[in-house]
DNA sequence: AGAATTAAACGTCACAGAGT
DNA sequence: ACTCTGTGACGTTTAATTCT
């Protein structure tokens, strides 16, 4: 709720790579810079302009919000998936390394015979 | 018991790519 | 050209765990 990166003096003193990140991907949008000054829209339908404006941008980040519950969900069960595949192929790996140890003790000892 | 730390879940923003 | 959707990144909140 609270909006954090309202601010920024132009002081990058140092260039850490998080601050480079956020120059290049938070950096705020040209609308946001524009309600921030307080005129969002350029006069017009007033007050029944900016109602719809803000009934549709709880629109958006109420569906943004289920969105991002349904993307966490399915990146949970896909590294789910992965990790059961890992399981998988190790014990598979460990069959296969038993099943060559005996192979390799069965032919030492025809060869001794 | 409660302060400090850590992990998991969340909401929001910006963006890319697909669809119209 | 515009809208919609999915997702990475970030900061915040909440629940669980550890330390004193």
Same mark, same amino acid.
């Given at each position: 709720m609270t909006d954090t990166n309202s601010d920024d003096t132009m002081s990058d003193d140092e260039s850490s790579p998080k601050k480079r990140r956020d120059l290049l991907t938070r950096r705020p949008s040209y609308r946001k810079i524009l309600s921030d000054l307080g @005129?969002?829209?350029?006069?017009? @339908?007033g007050n029944v302009q900016l109602e719809d404006q803000s009934r549709k941008r709880e629109m958006r980040l109420q569906k943004n919000r289920e969105a991002a519950r349904e993307c966490r969900r399915k990146k949970k069960e896909y590294i789910k998936c992965l990790e059961n595949r890992v399981a998988v192929l190790e014990n598979q790996n460990k069959a296969l390394i038993e099943e060559l140890k005996s192979l390799k003790e069965l032919y030492c000892q025809q060869k001794n015979d």
């Open positions: @005129g969002a829209e350029i006069v017009m @339908g």
